[in-house]
């Protein structure tokens, strides 16, 4: 069993930064198959940023350069960095983890960008 806690979302002028965090309890802990997706209001959840099973950062086209996904083993979280950030990343974003054909999610964080 695995449980996602999300935190770190707000209101944001465009331009600024927000870090999100997703701290993992449960079973033991591993980032791999673990990421962050959004969903925007009328519009189906969509990929962010995430680890795959062999490690390895992947990210949406529209987050390149500006979002940085991160780890840390001592607190168990897996946090996405979002810098000049855009009012079309306005959503709720999700913390979500892959074990053993299992998906688990988190309880979503809510991210506003307007001025």
């Known amino acids: 069993q695995v449980q996602l806690v999300e935190s770190g979302g707000g209101l944001v002028q465009p331009g600024g930064s927000l870090r999100l965090s997703c701290a993992a309890s449960g079973s033991a802990f591993n980032f791999y198959n673990m990421g962050w997706y959004r969903q925007a209001p009328g519009k189906q959840r969509e990929l962010v940023a995430t680890f795959t099973d062999k490690g390895v950062m992947q990210y949406a086209d529209s987050v390149k350069g500006r979002f940085t996904i991160s780890r840390d083993h001592v607190k168990k979280t897996v946090d996405l960095q979002m810098n000049s950030l855009k009012p079309e990343d306005t959503a709720v974003y999700y913390c979500?983890?892959?074990?053993?054909?299992?998906?688990?999610w988190g309880q979503g964080t809510q991210v506003t960008v307007s001025s």
């Open positions: 979500r983890k892959l074990r053993f054909g299992l998906e688990y």
